[in-house]
T-cell receptor, first 113, second 111 residues
Framework: NAGVTQTPKFQVLKTGQSMTLQCAQD?????MYWYRQDPGMGLRLIYY???????DKGEVPNGYNVSRLNKREFSLRLESAAPSQTSVYFC????????????FGSGTRLTVV | SQQGEEDPQALSIQEGENATMNCSYK?????LQWYRQNSGRGLVHLIL?????REKHSGRLRVTLDTSKKSSSLLITASRAADTASYFC???????????FGGGTRVLVKP
């Protein structure tokens, strides 16, 4: 009953460094998503993957890239981190593209200094 | 801009009281979803109401949807300290295929 697993839980980066956030789900869901949550705000969609082999931009894709490695795994990469990317990142999955309820991971708290 | 806007932004009540929060949105939707987020955790889905539904219940939760007013409400009855969390509404539009979250209502239930 793991659901959606994200790693790491915490990360501190220096400006310009790169890193990849990992996400895996074990619910056989087709769709996966990456969101960011900033203080006092709701979640904003960065990228999503409707199915294995496809990815699409969300509301705030600039500065990020994604890879849908297989049906289970969806990674988010920051090529050159900026302080504006300091945020909490959540991965989620659902059985269909949006429209239905999401299952969320526990989040990655990223600080860029 | 956010499609869903919750009101109030924060709510403090005593255990046993009811908590009501509202969500307003700007354009037509296909469904509206409510999520709970405990501090430092991911969001947990509570309830989904479709645009052709007016009310849904789940345990101590009651959700209403008024598409003419473009608003929804979440009622938590007989609140418990464990209900302390942030609550978010999210609206889904098939056109554009978007699920958009509001800024949330922080609920504090005092024992």
């Amino acid at each position: 009953n793991a659901g959606v697993t994200q790693t790491p839980k915490f990360q501190v980066l220096k400006t310009g460094q790169s890193m990849t956030l990992q996400c895996a789900q074990d619910m056989n869901h087709n769709s996966m998503y990456w969101y960011r949550q900033d203080p006092g705000m709701g979640l904003r969609l960065i990228y999503y993957s409707a199915s294995e082999g496809t990815t699409d931009k969300g509301e705030v894709p600039n500065g990020y890239n994604v890879s849908r490695l297989n049906k289970r795994e969806f990674s988010l990469r920051l090529e050159s981190a900026a302080p504006s990317q300091t945020s909490v990142y959540f991965c989620a999955s659902s059985g269909e593209v949006l429209g239905t309820s999401h299952t969320f991971g526990s989040g990655t708290r990223l600080t860029v200094v | 801009s956010q499609q869903g806007e919750e009101d109030p932004q924060a709510l403090s009540i005593q255990e046993g009281e009811n908590a009501t929060m509202n969500c307003s949105y700007k354009t037509s939707i296909n469904n509206l979803q409510w999520y709970r987020q405990n501090s430092g955790r991911g969001l947990v889905h509570l309830i989904l109401i479709r645009s052709n539904e007016r009310e849904k219940h789940s345990g101590r939760l009651r959700v209403t949807l008024d598409t003419s007013k473009k608003s929804s409400s979440l009622l938590i009855t007989a609140s418990r300290a464990a209900d302390t969390a942030s609550y978010f509404c999210a609206t889904f539009k098939a056109a554009g295929n978007k699920l958009t979250f509001g800024g949330g209502t922080r609920v504090l239930v005092k024992p």
